[in-house]
């Protein structure tokens, strides 16, 4: 049994996420590792995006991968990982988020608003990193759709599971943050100037 | 993969937003990494679970029980017509557990739909089988007593069913869980409100509603509840 983990343990790197998952859950620890180093980065990404705090979302990392670990049993073998894993990343946002109320997602731990992120010697002009700022500066729901479509890389309609919303409002979203996107940097565009 | 424009900053089109933000995406540190690997492979051994029809076969099971062991307690008077209105709901619970809570998700409007149009449908199907029908004053004074008792075993029932539903899927959707929970939590109701519908001879409209359908409506919002508890990894 051991040794036939081994061998499959070889072909890894040709695995899929969602095989590394299944090989996982049959007791594959090589697996486990190739799995994170293939999904941590989207997860935390997108958990930082939701938190916008570098330490919560460390947190929420550690604690999505523990319910991953938990739940693995009751994986469907097969189902899309990422949706699932990104579902559960979210959901245990939402319930840190309603168990610690008065420590709000805008405000720092000493209950002040953080400032802006800024480069050394003022406002950067670059457009990646004015980007970015503008992405912070979105409504939730937009910023959400458009990480994970076009960050993580979900379909819509996984996107919209994910959300536990409809296609169509994903699309919406994007669209309306999209937009909100590139007035922003209009208008970094012309400050800068 | 190409560079977005610089010099156009208000010009970005959908795929280059995407990918410029890839570009920053930070990565977690890699001592984070090891602390969770540590939790996530410590003692590792192969997980086995239920299959999901294993446990679409428990929640029928319940359900089916529950109205089979009225069944065979029932009085004699209970008519062919009742016992097939009850055939058809237990239909109309196997379709709600279906669509609760199968791995072939239905599209969640539909699933929402089906949250609200089933207990509005058994409402109205009680009124269209009931044979006597009392202003609301009148049934308050003199028969609410009996829908309480009546009440007070769909309730006993719903909460059977709905407890071993709600269990039997604990922790496998992080997609919508107080939906998933309301409908486990409705076909649970609907079986209790069936299984004291076979066993009481009263056919008063306002008796089944309050004595017999209310578990329904009771269940379908406490299943919400718990199961955004439950039913989340």
């Known amino acids: ?193 | 993969m190409s560079q977005p424009d610089r010099s156009r900053g208000s010009e970005l089109s959908l795929p280059e937003l995407g990918i410029a933000l890839s570009k920053s995406q930070p990565a977690p540190s890699a001592e984070l990494g090891a602390r969770i690997r540590t939790e996530c492979t410590k003692d590792l051994q192969p997980a086995r679970g239920l299959s999901p029809l294993a446990r679409v076969g428990i929640s029928l099971v319940a359900m089916l029980a529950v109205c089979a062991f009225v069944l065979l307690k029932r009085p004699s008077g209970a008519t062919s017509s009742v016992l097939l209105g009850i055939a058809g709901w237990v239909v109309v619970m196997v379709g709600v557990l279906l669509a609760g809570a199968s791995p072939k998700r239905l599209p969640r409007q539909l699933r929402l739909a089906i949250a609200v149009l089933v207990p509005v449908a058994f409402f109205g199907s009680l009124a269209l089988f009931s044979s006597e029908w009392l202003p609301l004053g009148a049934f308050m004074t003199e028969h609410a007593h009996a829908a309480a008792g009546c009440s007070q075993q769909a309730m006993l029932f719903g909460a059977l069913t709905s407890g071993i539903m709600l269990f039997t899927w604990r922790g496998t959707d992080p997609f919508s869980p107080a939906l998933t929970g309301s409908l486990l939590g409705l076909g649970g109701g609907v079986a209790g409100a069936l299984a004291i519908g076979v066993a009481c001879p009263s056919g008063e409209t306002w008796h089944l509603w309050l004595g017999h359908g209310i578990g329904v409506v009771l269940f379908a919002a406490v299943g919400s509840l718990i199961g955004r508890r439950w039913l989340a990894p």
Request: hydrophobic share 40%; proline share 3%; charged share 30%.
């Open chain 1, 1 to 193: 049994m051991a040794e036939s983990v081994e061998l499959q343990d070889s072909a890894l790197s040709d695995c899929t996420i969602e095989q590394l998952m299944e090989r996982y859950v049959d007791g594959a620890e090589l697996a486990f590792d190739e799995l994170y180093r293939r999904t941590s980065q989207k997860i935390f990404g997108y958990l930082l995006r939701l938190t916008r705090h570098r330490e919560r979302a460390e947190d929420l990392l550690q604690i999505t991968f523990s319910k991953i670990h938990r739940a693995r049993a009751r994986y469907l073998r097969g189902a899309p990982f990422l949706p699932w894993a990104l579902a559960i990343a979210r959901r245990s946002f939402l319930d840190e988020r309603r168990s610690a109320k008065s420590r709000h997602e805008d405000l720092s731990y000493d209950g002040t608003l953080p400032e802006p992120k800024q480069q050394e010697g003022g406002l950067s002009l670059d457009v990646q990193d004015a980007l970015e700022r503008a992405v912070m500066e979105l409504p939730q729901s937009y910023r959400e759709a458009i990480e994970l479509t076009k960050v993580t890389g979900l379909s819509v309609a996984e996107a919209a599971e994910v959300l536990g919303t409809t296609p169509t409002a994903v699309k919406l979203r994007v669209h309306r943050g999209y937009n909100q996107l590139r007035a922003a940097l209009s208008d970094f565009k012309r400050d800068a100037k």
